[in-house]
């Protein structure tokens, strides 16, 4: 709410200090119950030479009640401000709509995103799931800022895991179907553990797909084309959509170049028969091995190369667990110490590991966790809870399928990326908690209120909204482009889930204490009263539609 801000900063001037400065600080206090608005005062301190308590007690002592704020008071080295609730809510609701949060802050600028990010013939695991759920959401939320977003799905399509495959299909013929590829697949691997001949019979193979090698290719292309099949099925399911697909292969050749290049230059040098960049600080990167082959973070080195050329990028993120940070940490000091002045405009963006009854989720030969299933399951799993709920629901098949998505995509968002998942149904079905149902099942009360009441009024009165519980939902619907500036800004989309989890539990409240006593309830018999709540219920319902969107979650309007 720029000009409640906007006033606080003026106060600020008001008692000498610099109004940039001020105009920056001003923030939402964590403690609600303190105020509306705050001034945190370290920043002024030193340019005052005066400790923050001193400087937060002088601007409280320059206030004088205005139009926007109606009181302050220094507490510590804060100073905390009440707004006009009137004036705040008049311009709060009418701003919630389904444009909410948007902003051109990003206009003219391009982030890649590279996300997904799977492995050919192998099945998608969870930790690709995770990075499928992020990286569209951060997708989402950059493209609402006004950022060009280019993502970009990078495929694992060479090494030994192809070799595997034609292992397998060596011992029991072309596969047809994803599913036969997956069990020709296992097979070929259980083979090469088994058998260090197989083995070497893997490396042959991948081997000759990096000197493209028709057969190979041949069999590389079938494998792409029905692995992309499958995993298109999950990604439909989540809302995934990238714009550009990018194989690891296409930069196989290019490898080999850059390391000679590298080694003519100075840049790289001989290591143990292979080649590394040396990073400075960091173990040095292995760019070539000492049987000539090239790594995945050489190709990486060249994708990185190669996406500038072609996006120009502002930054470009690397949605990938958290295993991989090592790599990551070693790829960017290598892209800098050959002198790319770019280097620094890449991040890792690391997210935690997927646990599934305390140990990590991930296929061991022959009983994979396959994201198709997981899905699948949640679908079932949501249709019971669907039944039992509200039997009388129509079309409860695509309503549970909307659910269970919801579920395994807020378990990914719900919280602060970095940590670990521990994956469990009924935690993350439960419609009363921390989760995508619960969100989608308040937004639907709202939808049936709505519903109820005849949709949101043209005319309503703001000061008609005077209760506590109702000035706790203006304040948070008014965060909203807050939130979404942080999630995209840090690549924390939980600022955002947090937001709309708060939201959602305060209108629960709102509506508990309405069944109650009567006079809360939003159809209540007074029509100014009640055009004025149905008013604040239809910015509630928006607000959390706007935000379940930018997740990658479908708002529901009944379940
Ligand atoms: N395919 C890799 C894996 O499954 C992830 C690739 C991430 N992106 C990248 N540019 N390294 O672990």
Redesign the pocket.
Known sequence: MKEFEEAVARVAEKAGLPLDLARGAVAVPKERDRGDLSLPCFPFAKALGQPPPAVAARVAKAFAPDEWLVSAEAQGPFVNFRVNRKAFTERTLPAAGPESGRSAEGNGKTIVI?YG???LAKPLLFH?LRSAVIGQALSNLFRWRGYRVVGLN?L?DVGTALGKLMVGIEASGEPRTIDEYKRTYVEGSRACAADPAKMDRARHWAKRLEEDDPEAIRHWEKARALSLRAFGEVYDRLGVRHDVVDGERMYVRRAQELVDRLLRDGKAEESEGGVVIPTGGETPFLVRKSDGTTLYGTR?IV?AIDRFERFGFERML?V?DVAQEQHFRQLFASLANVGLDWAGRCEHVAFGQVLVGGSRAKTREGESVELIDVLREGEKRALAVVEEKNAALKDKESVARAVGTAAVIFCDLGFPIRKNIHFDWDEILSFDGRTGPYLQYVHASACSILRKGGGAPAAWDASRLSHDLEWDLVRRIAELPAAVGRAAAECEPSHLSSLLYDLAREFRSYHTAGARDATLRVLTDDAATRAARLKLTDAVRTTLAVGLRLLGIEPLEEM
Do not use: F, L
Request: hydrophobic content about 20%; glycine content about 10%; charged content about 20%.
């Open positions: 590279d990010s799977p492995n690709h990078y694992g990486d994708a690397y990938v």
